[in-house]
């Protein structure tokens, strides 16, 4: 990080940087992703494609292709929410975890010479059917941390009036925060 962007996180906690990848490369990711879907799927919706659970709620949540699927909530629906891990369903999406403009900006955060994630999720925003990320705590998630040295990563690419920009945001854990 930059003395500007050190400054920055250690004021406000996160740091953002606009336009990390080109179009090219958002451009692959988003294709990646796709093909991710469609094979998970695919998949999934096959005779004996994994177990299937609800929650409270009628959330339903499957297990297949080694991950975990949340689908959309609408009854029926055949749209993913979630895949939860996605880094092993396909080598492309798999090498963003180790690209220096995610690294990096995270290890200078945390103050370590080495990270690895501890989890990756894929959240999709569905245009039409796509339902809301209620406010939650990821209480799994940092219930296991150690101090300060968990941190989130997040990388999304959304049109913009002046083209495509992606977001790589390592964000410092405070007690009892999942921000």
């Known amino acids: 990080m930059s003395d500007d962007e050190r ?4 004021r406000d906690g996160d740091l953002l940087r606009t336009s990390v990848f080109d179009a090219a490369a958002i451009a692959a990711l988003r294709t990646a992703v796709g093909d991710v879907i469609a094979a998970v799927k695919e998949r999934a919706l096959r005779p004996g494609g994994g177990p299937e659970i609800r929650l409270p709620g009628g959330n339903r949540l499957q297990f297949s292709s080694r991950t975990s699927i949340q689908w959309e ?8 929410r979630l895949i939860e891990p996605f880094d092993h369903l396909d080598a492309r999406l798999g090498t963003v975890l180790g690209d220096p403009r995610f690294v990096e900006p995270m290890k200078d955060a945390i103050g370590c010479d080495e990270i690895v994630p501890f989890t990756t999720k894929l959240n999709l925003k569905r245009a039409r059917e796509g339902s809301h990320f ?21 990388m999304a690419p959304h049109w913009h009036p002046l083209g495509v920009r992606a977001m790589a945001r390592p964000t410092r854990m405070r007690p009892n925060s999942s921000t």
């Not at 909530?73 to 993913?80: A, D």
């Not at 939650?136 to 989130?152: F, G, L, N, S």
């Open 73 to 80: 909530w609408r009854e029926g629906s055949q749209e993913i």
């Open 7 to 10: 400054r920055r996180y250690a």
């Open 134 to 154: 209620p406010y939650h705590q990821d209480y799994p998630y940092w219930y296991v941390r150690i101090e300060d040295q968990a941190t989130d990563v997040a």
